[in-house]
């Protein structure tokens, strides 16, 4: 409920008010407070932080207008003030208007005026509050947003994907494999910059994911030596240089599919990312031909297997978040596949993320 405070030394006002006003404060959602002198009007709106709109009368004992006026800019700068002078005192009341005044009125004081008066004010104060409400709303999503997007980068670069990219370089080197040694740092290298990159921004180019993303993978099929294929594919007239996409967000799944589905299978295994577009959402899909999740959840809970990929978790976060800035809904579906037999053979994933240019 907006509080009204009228600030004026005439003490017969306040009974003039409550008077005209008594049915109608209910009705209209207000509540009144009165003081006769500025220093009393800014000690009570010290104490009453929820007063949102001052009625001050110019000439008052103690503190005049002028002067509450100027100490409302320090102490309460959102608070709208209205501002009563003589119907014949045009000056003061300019003066009132160049130091903030939102609005002002004259004496006499016209009970209908006033009561527009009030209640355009209450609606400029409402205004206020939501343009307020919705600039911290944004900027908590920012701060989220920013959060993540660090996260993703934490978690792309993690200590265990360097670690065992820098062993591989050296294992090349060490066994004088010099060709691929230098093949291996090239692309690092190459992918390194990119993360760096793309992590700074909200969004790249589908075109930009997916080179980074085919390092990736290149570079992980370097180092297991080849044991799984994989293809991009995409659909016909897809604009991978127009639509935009949130940076990082496929290689924590395709690193899943690799560590915990390919790598443990006997025999080669197979790798596709698949992209179409469907009614305005881009459609992700990592499938692997892999030893499945209840397998692989067996197997990771032995000590050889402890590595989590926490780039799941976070790009799985960053994608619920594309929710609260978009209409269209993001989702992350999981299938498990099984062959002929009804044996488990690999799994799909499925992101579905707003088509954004």
């Not at 030596?225 to 496929?250: A, C, G, M, Q």
């Not at 299938?335 to 088509?355: C, Q, R, Y």
């Amino acid at each position: 409920m907006p509080k009204i405070i009228f600030v004026d030394d005439e003490e017969d006002l306040e009974h003039l008010i409550v008077q005209r006003f008594a049915k109608k404060t209910a009705t209209l959602g207000y509540e009144l407070m009165f003081a006769l002198d500025g220093q009393a009007a800014l000690e009570k709106i010290e104490d009453h932080p929820d007063i949102d709109i001052a009625l001050i009368d110019i000439n008052m004992p103690k503190m005049d207008g002028f002067e509450l006026l100027e100490r409302l800019k320090v102490v309460r700068p959102q608070l709208l003030t209205v501002i009563v002078s003589a119907y014949d005192n045009m000056s003061n009341i300019r003066m009132a208007m160049n130091r903030g005044a939102f609005d002002f009125l004259t004496k006499p004081i016209d009970i209908p005026d006033l009561e527009i008066t009030i209640n355009k004010t209450i609606a400029q104060v409402t205004q206020l509050k939501e343009n307020a409400k919705t600039i911290h709303e944004n900027l908590v999503l920012k701060q989220k947003a920013s959060e993540l997007e660090m996260q993703a980068l934490r978690a792309q670069m993690n200590p265990h994907f360097i670690f065992n990219a820098l062993s591989s370089i050296n294992h090349f080197i060490l066994t004088n494999d010099q060709l691929q040694a230098s093949e291996y740092l090239i692309k690092f290298s190459k992918l390194i910059r990119l993360i760096l990159e793309n992590s700074t921004m909200p969004l790249i180019s589908l075109d930009q994911e997916l080179e980074a993303l085919k390092l990736y993978i290149e570079l992980e099929a370097l180092r297991f030596k080849h044991r799984f294929e994989y293809e991009i594919v995409l659909s016909k007239n897809l604009d991978v240089t127009s639509i935009k996409v949130p940076p990082l967000i496929l290689q924590p799944f395709v690193e899943n599919a690799i560590h915990h589905g390919l790598m443990p299978k006997e025999g080669p295994g197979h790798l596709a990312i698949i992209i179409n577009e469907v009614k305005d959402r881009l459609e992700l899909k990592i499938k692997d031909d892999g030893i499945g999740r209840h397998t692989s959840l067996l197997l990771q809970a032995t000590d050889s297997h402890k590595h989590k990929s926490l780039g799941m978790k976070v790009t799985s976060e960053r994608i619920g978040f594309l929710n609260q800035r978009h209409t269209e809904h993001s989702s992350i579906d999981i299938m498990d596949l099984t062959n002929a037999e009804g044996k488990a053979s690999g799994t799909e994933i499925t992101i579905h993320i707003p088509v954004i240019i």
